[in-house]
Each structure stands twice: as C-alpha cells, then as structure tokens.
T-cell receptor
C-alpha cells in the first residue's frame, strides 16, 4: 500500500541557508501534518493543512512556512536556518474525519533528516 | 502541561516474554483517541494500535494489545512474545476532539529485547 512519501530523506545545510522539504500524502488523504523531532525528543507538532487550507498551527517558528497544493502535496520551507533546526522532520497524513471522531489515524512518512552546520 | 506521560525511559525484556509499556494521559475532553507508535533506529514512525475513548473493549492488533483503563486515564501497551525486532522507541500519543489536528506525544520508552 502507498505510504506517505517525503523528500529529501537527508539534507545538509549551512546556517542562514534555506531548505525545502516535500511531502506526498497517502492517496485520498486530505489532511497533512508536519512534525519536528529533535535528537532524543518526542515529535512536536508544527502545522497542519486540511483541503489545502491551514487548519492548525503548533510550535512552528516564524522562519518556517508551509503550504498544501492542489494535488494535496505539501512543502515545508525553512529559512535562516539555525543549528537548533537540526532534526528529523516528519510529514503525516490522515483521511477525512468522520464527524469529530478523533480516531482518524495519522500515518507518518519516513522523515527527512535535516542537519544544519 | 504535559498531557501524555510515559514514566519508563527504558525497558528491557527477554525474547519471547511479554512486556507492558506504561502511558497515562490528561484531558478534560470527553472524546479523544489514544495511539501507540514504534520508532526503530532508522527513524520512521510506525503506527501500531489505536483506542478510542468511547470504545468498550481494549484494542488488539496481532501481538499488540492496549490495556485501557479510562477512570485511571491510562493506556498501557502490551507486547506479547517479544521479538528482537521489537527493540525500538515506543511513543504514546493522544488526539482530543477539541484540538483535532494537534496530536501530542509522550517522551517515549526505549525497549530493548534481549536474546
């Protein structure tokens, strides 16, 4: 079965550079989430999109922005990179919720490893 | 405030034995979902099992089962017949109806299966 596809899998950038991560959700999934997982940390929610509109915002820095396109893929843009941005970035997707059933499972991609040097 | 608490930073289990990973949560939302994910050293986050707040029965998925005690606000993961490949980080997570898109994770438990 198709899973969430993230690219690139590994990325090395210098401080103050810009990076873009791409995410292709599972087909027919209309909600995309971005999470950041620092070394030894649990994943932290950054931002989510539902039907191409931003639906929720977590601890995303102002230097970061994201969007979801008409084909439902999403991109996370990170500018003025700092050493502390080095982390594993997950994209995840879920199918349309049924009412307010929170049981809608979020499926994660394999993550993109960003190293800022 | 921490909404998901995993009190065991690390656990060891002998191969073929069962192990319980603890998870307690805090919410005032009557509708919520609880999830367990496995993260091997390669980094991917693998969905294991889900329990809804209104589910009457404990969830089971193969060797994984969830010991859901709603009054105690606990959702412990039980792995039966441990295998070497079960060695990984395990995260408990929760989604509340009122903050649907923000799934919160616990700090994780690192499980090591010994041969």
């Amino acid at each position: 079965a198709a899973g969430v596809i993230q690219s690139p899998r590994h990325l090395i950038k210098e401080k103050r550079e810009t990076a873009t991560l791409k995410c292709y959700p599972i087909p027919r999934h209309d909600t995309v989430y971005w999470y950041q997982q620092g070394p030894g940390q649990d994943p932290q929610f950054l931002i989510s999109f539902y039907e191409k509109m931003q639906s929720d915002k977590g601890s995303i820095p102002d230097r970061f922005s994201a969007q979801q396109f008409s084909d439902y893929h999403s991109e996370l843009n990170m500018s003025s990179l700092e050493l502390g941005d080095s982390a594993l970035y997950f994209c995840a997707s879920s199918s349309p919720p049924v009412g307010h059933d929170p049981g809608n499972t979020i499926y994660f991609g394999e993550g993109s490893w960003l190293t800022v040097v | 405030a921490q909404k998901i608490t995993q009190t065991q930073p690390g656990m060891f289990v002998q191969e073929k034995e069962a192990v319980t990973l603890d998870c307690t949560y805090d919410t005032s939302d009557p509708s919520y979902g609880l999830f367990w994910y496995k993260q091997p050293s390669s980094g991917e986050m693998i969905f294991l099992i889900y329990q809804g707040s209104y589910d009457q029965q404990n969830a089971t998925e193969g060797r994984y089962s969830l010991n859901f005690q709603k009054a105690r606000k606990s959702a412990n993961l039980v792995i039966s017949a441990s295998q070497l490949g079960d060695s990984a980080m395990y995260f408990c997570a929760m989604r509340e109806e009122n903050s649907y898109n923000d799934m919160r994770f616990g700090a994780g438990t690192r499980l090591t299966v010994k041969p």
